[in-house]
């Protein structure tokens, strides 16, 4: 990621936090004029959004330090951290909504002001939505794990407002005021859901989990494609921390072949996988033939 990326992606985290606050506000006074149980159950998780903000903007102003002699490697791995304990507050969230939720199954009550009530939501809702479609699509462009699950957690948020609407809609129709708890239930087990995909996505990423099939598919295309005077590559290893792509193997060049050369196909290689990975750290060890293969292999072009 670039100075400039680093600074939208801060921007982004930031503004998140008064934003949060705004329609976090909009939907308890949404809860206020009705008395809904599943509207207090959607004004909650939004309190979650106003933490989760504040947690994803400091985690990304640290992940985004230069790497240093305590952390050569970089600071990357510190949005997992946000994104992990965003999914863990995601789920408590939905605890909290199953508790109170329960507490009004046995002596549900009709809704006061609904109109009123539901037209405050709808917009808290539209707001989101907007907000969590150009975290996602910003994080996903800037790589940024914690941007990526602040973005998803904003929209299980509009998924459950959206639920709300509808079931709220269903109690000023047919009258039953049963409904209202029965929803907050059923969009729990939703934001139950969505908390447990943001939290192993997350750990994926502190496990060192490699890169997706087809991103890996696209280093071995460039590998294979600007090796041209190596005999081969083995040992391919990928891993993402944050924003970087970290991309190791082994480089097989002739044992006659002076260093100068063998340095310029690694040269090569790099400017290829930046091509595809741009910010990629990679490394690159180089040996003679004769040495057993392992690992990940790639096939290499051979010049016609």
């Avoid at 490697?73 to 939905?94: D, N």
């Avoid at 009004?104 to 609904?114: G, I, K, T, V, Y």
């Avoid at 602040?150 to 009258?175: F, K, R, Y």
């Avoid at 100068?260 to 290829?272: N, Y």
Wanted: charged content about 15%; glycine content about 8%.
């Amino acid at each position: 990621m670039d100075g400039q990326g680093n600074l939208t992606v801060q921007r982004l985290a930031f503004w998140g936090i008064p934003l949060s606050l705004g329609v976090m506000g909009l939907k308890m006074v949404a809860w206020w004029v009705t008395g809904s149980v599943a509207l207090l159950s959607d004004g909650l998780e939004s309190t979650v959004n106003v933490v989760a903000a504040c947690i994803a903007y400091f985690v990304i102003r640290y992940a985004q330090k230069p790497a240093d002699h305590d952390h050569p490697f970089g600071h990357h791995k510190a949005e997992y951290l946000s994104a992990v304990t965003e999914g863990a507050l995601i789920v408590v969230a939905a605890l909290m909504i199953v508790n109170e939720a329960i507490g009004h199954l046995a002596a549900p009550r009709m809704l006061d002001a609904p109109v009123l009530g539901l037209a405050i939501n709808f917009g808290a809702g539209v707001i989101n939505a907007v907000w969590a479609r150009l975290l996602i699509r910003t994080g996903r462009k800037y790589r940024s794990a914690a941007l990526v699950a602040d973005g998803q957690h904003i929209m299980s948020d509009v998924v459950t407002s959206v639920g709300v609407l509808i079931g709220l809609l269903l109690v000023i129709a047919t009258g039953y005021a049963i409904f209202d708890p029965v929803l907050a239930i059923l969009v729990a087990i939703n934001i139950i859901y969505q908390g447990w995909k943001v939290i192993s996505h997350s750990i994926g990423g502190l496990m060192d989990q490699a890169v997706e099939p087809e991103e890996e598919e696209a280093i071995k295309q460039a590998i294979a494609t600007h090796a041209a005077g190596s005999i081969g590559v083995h040992d391919l290893k990928t891993r993402r921390a944050g924003a970087v792509t970290f991309v190791d193997f082994h480089l097989v060049v002739p044992a006659a072949m002076p260093v100068r050369q063998a340095h310029d196909i690694c040269d090569r290689l790099e400017d290829a996988i930046r091509a595809v990975h741009p910010g990629a750290s990679i490394a690159i060890h180089v040996e003679p033939e004769g040495e057993r293969a392992h690992g990940i292999r790639v096939k290499v072009v051979r010049d016609a």
